[in-house]
Structure formats: C-alpha cells, structure tokens
C-alpha cells in the first residue's frame, strides 16, 4: 500500500456515514497529505481547536452575535493576520489548508474552513454557504443570521451584495437562485475544494496530482460519472489504457444520453483496437 492509498483510506473513513457527522476540516487537511506525505492532520486539527477555544474564552455566550463575530474578526484577521490571497489566487496552496494555516493566506474555499472550524469550537452556529464561484459562511442565532465573507477580513453580506458577487464571476448568465444563501453540507464544501485543484492542476498539465483530486472527487461521490470520464480521459493520457477503457466503457453504459457520448464512443473504439480487447 503506498501513502497516498492509506491517505485515501482514512480520507474514505472521514467522509463516510450520516451527512450531519461528515468533519470539514479533516477531509480537507487529508487532501493535503496527498501532497505533504508527513504531515501530521492531527496536529493542524489541534491547531484549529485551540483557536477555537481561544476566540471562545474571548466573547461572552449571552452577547448578540455581530459582538462575538466582531471578535472574531479582530482573532483571526487582525491578530492572526488571515486574508484572502488576491495576487496569487491561483496558487495550489490556497488549497491545501496546512499551507493556508502557515501563510494565513487562502481562497475562500479554504477561509471558510478555517472560519467556520474556529466559530464552531467557540460554540457559534456557523456554516459554509456555497455561492457560485465564492463560498462564505453563515452564523446563524435566534436574533439574525448573518453572511460573512472570511475572504475580505469578514466583511458582512447582504443578499444584493451577493448577487453582485455571483455576477462578477458569471456575468448574468447564471441567475440568482435564494438556494444560494442556504447552507452546504461538509462533502460539497469538500467537492468543491476538489474541483478548484482538479481544474487548476489540469490547467498547469500536472496530470498525476489532477489524477488525485479525481481519485478523491470519486471517494466522496462513487457514481459521479463525469468524474469517471475525467479519470479515462486521464488514465489515456498517461498510458494507462485497459484502466482507461474500463472508465470509459462504465460512463458509455450508464450515460448513454449524454452531449458528449459521440466523442467518448470514439475514445472507447480506439481504446478497444489498441489494447485488442473485445467488442461488447
């Protein structure tokens, strides 16, 4: 068994089971010891609570919730200096939340983990929101809810500034839905993650880590077939080719439908010639 199988192994552990119990911060530093062999994610997840119990030791529990946020700001963004990283936002170690915890610079992926990690420890009911294109949290309390984006020191959001943020990723052609503004779970926070370091190494031509965030994108959601195209097309690139045509064949079976089934026919009648296996 090689490191990366027993990480992925553990990462499979910490993924499975009911939605309500699936961890943010473990999936997510796992990820990151598929790069960073040694590092040690019980350590990091020690790091995360003491923070927590930190910022929990610093704001009354009977305070309104903008008070204990305010403090939270001044923890994490003004003494521990955490922000979201413009000039490099395309950086692989934006999303590797080790890395994130040693530069306190990330995106807001991974500033939301933190965010969320620390509030929660502190005992505050916070949660990931997944905007398209900008995920940030939502702290919910019997007086409000309140949106903050942890990628610009905090800074609260109302539901017209969200709209605005959406649409400077997307233009107008991705309508605002008020599904939006709702929570995501731990495993689509995590997909997320995933899909940012699956795109931005296959921009780089980085084949072997894209190959891992497939790997992982599959121990979260088995069936995601797009994602077993990506590892035939992938595993056809490198030279894997009977792995490759068993991706394929499994996508071509169950997608039948699908825009791009001409094109993956084709992949798989090449692969069928070059690897002499038999028609099905």
Same mark, same amino acid.
């Given at each position: ?20 119990? @699936?961890?943010?911060?473990? *999936? ?8 960073? *062999? ?26 309104? @919730? ?83 984006? *942890? ?130």
């Amino acid at each position: 068994m090689t490191a990366f199988d027993d990480t992925l192994g553990r990462f499979r552990a910490a993924v499975a089971g009911p939605m309500s119990l @699936v961890p943010l911060a473990r *999936p997510a530093l796992l990820i990151a010891q598929a790069e960073y *062999p040694g590092l040690d994610v019980e350590a990091y997840e020690e790091r995360l609570h003491d923070l927590g119990a930190h910022l929990e030791a610093r704001i009354h529990p009977s305070a309104d @919730v903008r008070t204990q946020l305010a403090e939270a700001h001044r923890l994490l963004f003004e003494e521990y200096g955490f922000h979201g990283n413009e000039d490099e936002y395309g950086d692989p170690k934006n999303l590797y939340l080790n890395d994130v915890m040693e530069r306190r610079t990330g995106i807001p992926v991974t500033l939301a983990i933190l965010y969320v990690e620390v509030c929660r420890t502190a005992g505050l009911d916070a949660h990931a929101v997944g905007l398209p294109g900008h995920v940030i949290v939502r702290v919910d309390s019997p007086e409000a809810s309140v949106l903050v984006d *942890p990628f610009n020191a905090g800074s609260e959001l109302t539901e017209e500034q969200c709209r605005q943020l959406v649409r400077g990723v997307f233009g107008r052609r991705t309508p605002f839905r008020e599904h939006f503004l709702e929570p995501v779970t731990s495993r689509q926070v995590t997909q997320r993650l995933l899909h940012n370091l699956k795109a931005g190494y296959l921009q780089r031509g980085d084949e072997e880590r894209a190959g891992r965030a497939i790997e992982f994108l599959l121990a979260l959601f088995p069936w995601d077939l797009d994602e077993v195209r990506d590892r035939g097309m992938l595993r056809e690139r490198v030279g894997d080719l009977p792995a490759a045509l068993a991706d394929l064949e499994e996508y071509v079976r169950y997608r039948a439908g699908a825009r791009d089934i001409q094109t993956v026919n084709e992949a798989v009648r090449s692969l069928r010639r070059q690897t002499g296996a038999a028609e099905r």
